[in-house]
């Protein structure tokens, strides 16, 4: 480990930062784990579309159809591929002696963070006690730096209140907050100092990072699905973003006026706003990318939708495993006029896809 318990949340706010992407779990047609497709994606992730970190064996990946083993597997993979400081591995389980197995694994290959799931609690109807505890009894197990996640599959969300209680523990470093914008920005100001607070919303990313000054996307697929490596342009505007979000009074990098002088701090803030602006363009110009995603996934087939659109980006994508469902050839025809009519800017090396 690079750090101890006790110095959790100051490496995470030293290290954990930028864009973190959710990854999809390819599977050949007999539904093995592809694990040299896993790889390409890793490696293509990283090193073409300038991907932080990654966010393994989680909703996305379809932990849930895993084998226990075969998730020990994936995180081996992804830290052979990308260290542990580029990985997050997800050790969500109902069962409270798989997610300890699976952190201590986490932990012993030399992962740097892992991330735990709210667990289902519908048999109770005030749950705030068992969450802390469960947290707490989780953080005792290990000293590797703690992801919570809070959606709404657990059949309730965790409150801003319990969240900013959870992160007195010393190795929580880090929230998944799939809610309401107005809960997360509230967990914002009352625990930011103690915990990195992050959402799902791709759409909502820029925003956080100008107006809530945060510095972690965790995470979903959007980084890999909506660039290629001619086309990166959710990695332009989180750099223009961040850079004018360190522009801003009482970021620690601009000095006041008796320092830089009036014309000078005048320039900087100038500079600032143009950043912002251009930040903003960028990721408006994205618009139609997502809605030729989002109109063409069919209701309760994210996973096969997803996959098939990174074999269209010339990704592994792969089979899903049962019970998910796969695209029908009608849906991948209007998945494809939609992906081809959407102004993606596609690398003229990529390789052919049997999906297109």
Known sequence: MKYR???????????????WAAALTPF????????????????????????????????QGE??????????????????????????LSCSDQNLDVVIDLARHA????????????PVLHFLHKQDDTLYEYYRWISEQVEIGIALWSH?????????????????IPNVVAIKYSVPRDMYARLTRLAGDKILVSTASEEEWFDNIVELG???????????????KADRRMREYTDLA?????????????????????AALAARFARQRGEVARAKAVRDSLDPVREAFRRTRPAEKFHAHSKYWQDLLGQIGGAVRPPMLELTEAEKSATRRAFETCGLKLDSKRPRSSAA
Not at 5 to 19: L, M, Q
């Open 5 to 19: 318990r006790r110095d959790a949340k100051t490496y995470a706010r030293e290290h954990f930062k930028g864009i």
């Open 28 to 59: 050949s047609p007999d539904l093995a784990i592809d694990e040299a497709g896993l790889r390409k994606n890793f490696r293509h992730w990283v090193d073409d579309l300038g991907i932080d970190g990654v966010f393994v064996s989680g909703k």
């Open 63 to 88: 932990f849930f159809s895993m084998s226990v083993a075969e998730r020990k597997r994936s995180f081996d993979i992804a830290v052979e591929e990308l260290g542990g400081d580029r990985t997050i």
């Open 107 to 118: 932990q012993a290959i030399g992962a740097d963070y892992i991330v735990v799931h709210a």
């Open 152 to 168: 709404p599959d657990s059949g309730y969300l965790m409150s801003p209140e319990l969240c900013a209680r959870v992160a007195e």
């Open 214 to 228: 945060w510095q972690l996307y965790l995470c979903s697929s959007p980084p890999y699905l909506l660039q290629t």
């Open 242 to 262: 961040m850079r004018a979000r360190a522009d801003e009074p009482g970021s620690g990098r601009v000095s006041g006026a008796r320092t830089l002088g009036f």
